[in-house]
C-alpha cells in the first residue's frame, strides 16, 4: 500500500517567524501551506482566539498539513492560489489579517514525488501541475506550444541562454513522437546544449524551470499577488516572503517598493 509522506524541512523559519511577530489572538495566513513546516510554528504560537488559514493548490500538501497539524483546532484549510488571496479571505468572512507568508517555488516533496515530473532525475510523465485538477500540465507545454513560445519561456522564466537551440529540437522530435516523460525532455536538453557548457548543474535544471513556471503560472500574477496582500494586512500587520530565484525576488522586490510610494 502507497503511504504518501510530505517531509519538507522549513526554510528561514526563525526568520519568518520573526518577522511576523505573531499576535497570539491574531489572524494569519499560510500561503503555500505545504506540509506545514512553518505552519506549524505559527499554530504553535496561537491562542484559542488566533487562527491561522492554511492555503495550497496541492491536495496532497493539504492532506498532509491536516495530519501535521492535527492537534490544532484553530486552523482553516483551503484548496486555493495564494494569488487569489482576497477572494478567497473574502469568501470565508474576514477582510484583513496579522500576517501572511509566502514560501514561493516548488516544494521538497513535489521535487521528490518522481511521479509528479518536477525532476529531471529519473523518467516520469510530464507533468508538473502543483493542482492536479487543472488541464494545462508540462506535457501539453512541450508538445502543443509553438517554436517561439517555448524559446520565449525558456529564455524568460529559465534565464536559458540555449532556449532557442531547444525549443527547435523539441519541435524537431516531436514531429515523431509526442514527448511524454521526462527523460525524453532531458535528452532534448542535453543534445541540444554544448558539453562544454554543461558545467554549471544539471543541463536541465534551467528548462525545467522555465516549463514549472508556464504551467503553474507562478510568476505573471506575482506581482499582483504582494500588492493584494499587502492590502488584506491590519494596520502593522506583517507580509513574509521566501523567493528562491532572481526573477521571483524581482516581481516581489518591484511590488514592494511601489506599495511604499
Known amino acids: 500500500m502507497f503511504v504518501l509522506e510530505f517531509k519538507h524541512k ?7 517567524i520573526d518577522g511576523l511577530n505573531i499576535n497570539p489572538d ?18 504553535s504560537k496561537l491562542s484559542e482566539n488566533g487562527l491561522l488559514i492554511g492555503i495550497d493548490r496541492d491536495l496532497d500538501a493539504l492532506e498532509a498539513a491536516r495530519k501535521n497539524l492535527q492537534e490544532f483546532n484553530n486552523v482553516k484549510y483551503i484548496h486555493g492560489n495564494h494569488d487569489d488571496i482576497k477572494s478567497i479571505l473574502n469568501n470565508i ?16 516533496f513535489q521535487l521528490d514525488e518522481k511521479t509528479r515530473g518536477f525532476s529531471y532525475i529519473g523518467e516520469n510523465e510530464l507533468d ?32 536559458e541562454r540555449f532556449s532557442r537551440n531547444i525549443a527547435k529540437n523539441i519541435c524537431k522530435y ?3 513522437k509526442e514527448i511524454e516523460t521526462t527523460a525524453e ?23 525545467f524551470q522555465a516549463i514549472r513556471i508556464e504551467v503553474n503560472d507562478e510568476l505573471r500574477p506575482l506581482y499582483n499577488t504582494v500588492k493584494d496582500s499587502i492590502s488584506c494586512l491590519k494596520s502593522g500587520g506583517r507580509l513574509c516572503i ?14 514592494y517598493t511601489d506599495a511604499m510610494r
Do not use: W
Open 26 to 43: 491574531g489572524i494569519y495566513v499560510d500561503g503555500t501551506l505545504g506540509g506545514a513546516g512553518h505552519s506549524k510554528v505559527i499554530a
Open 10 to 16: 522549513p526554510v528561514l523559519l526563525e526568520e519568518c
Open 128 to 159: 508538473m501541475r502543483m493542482d492536479k485538477t487543472q488541464d494545462l500540465t508540462a506535457k501539453k507545454v512541450v508538445n502543443s506550444y509553438s517554436e517561439d513560445d517555448l524559446a520565449n519561456i525558456i529564455y524568460e522564466y529559465g534565464e
Open 242 to 255: 521566501i523567493t528562491f530565484h532572481s526573477l521571483e525576488d524581482r516581481a516581489v522586490k518591484q511590488a
Open 174 to 176: 516531436r514531429e515523431e
Open 185 to 207: 525532455l532531458v535528452k532534448i536538453i542535453e543534445d541540444s546544449i554544448p558539453k562544454s557548457k554543461q558545467k554549471d548543474g544539471h543541463p536541465a535544471k534551467r528548462t
Open 93 to 108: 468572512g474576514i477582510e484583513q489579517v496579522d500576517g501572511i507568508l509566502l514560501d514561493l517555488g516548488v516544494s521538497s
